[in-house]
């Protein structure tokens, strides 16, 4: 079986090719705010390398936020579009858990502004829920949680930046989803920030 897993909800373009539960190519750029560019370039790229096409692709996994407004979509967008023309199986997995697999932790991703989508896992299993939060007060939702390592934009809570192979990540989550019967379903997870007055 052939899958495409795709990420473009934070700063990185992420693009994997997986053939029977091996890795064939991974590729992760940083393109903070030049997904929406770069990504039908670099995914054309990548599959002519392989001499693999869209329409021969069994299945594609997307992240599908928080992160990014414009980021979460562009992936969600191509996957939409290619179940119209080919009989792919579509899955998605939540941008935050990508950034621990299938693993223990604490993810954090740029919501801007001086706020971060965060989420703690434990065994790949959530046990908050996803939320936006002020740079702030990361220290003291990190405390209330049993798994202190921190994954993703560490470096926005006062953590040296430390490499994902986000690619792997989503794969070895996708394993876990369902795929998704109804492309119409396929909708992005935003959060709002909500204005207490």
Avoid at 119 to 136: N, V
Wanted: proline share 3%; charged share 25%.
């Amino acid at each position: 079986m052939k899958t495409l897993v795709m990420d473009t909800s934070t700063q990185y373009l992420v693009i994997g090719l997986y053939e029977d539960d091996h890795l064939v190519d991974g590729y992760m750029h940083y393109g903070k705010m030049r997904q929406s560019e770069d990504a039908i370039p670099a995914l054309k790229r990548i599959l002519d390398t392989h001499q693999w096409s869209l329409k021969t692709l069994d299945e594609m996994v997307v992240t599908r936020g928080p992160g990014s407004y414009t980021g979460v979509r562009v992936a969600l967008t191509i996957a939409k579009t290619l179940a119209t023309i080919s009989k792919v199986r579509l899955k998605t997995v939540s941008s935050l858990q990508a950034m621990v697999g299938t693993g223990s932790g604490i993810a954090v991703i740029d919501a801007r502004s001086e706020k971060i989508f965060v989420c703690a896992y434990q065994d790949g299993k959530a046990l908050t829920e996803e939320k936006m939060i002020h740079q702030s007060e990361f220290e003291d939702f990190r405390r209330s949680c049993p798994c202190q390592e921190v994954y993703g934009d560490r470096e926005l809570v006062n953590e040296s930046p430390k490499e994902i192979l986000l690619y792997q990540t989503i794969y070895d989550l996708s394993r876990h989803e369902k795929v998704i019967e109804d492309v119409d379903f396929l909708v992005p997870t935003y959060i709002k920030d909500v204005m207490v007055r």
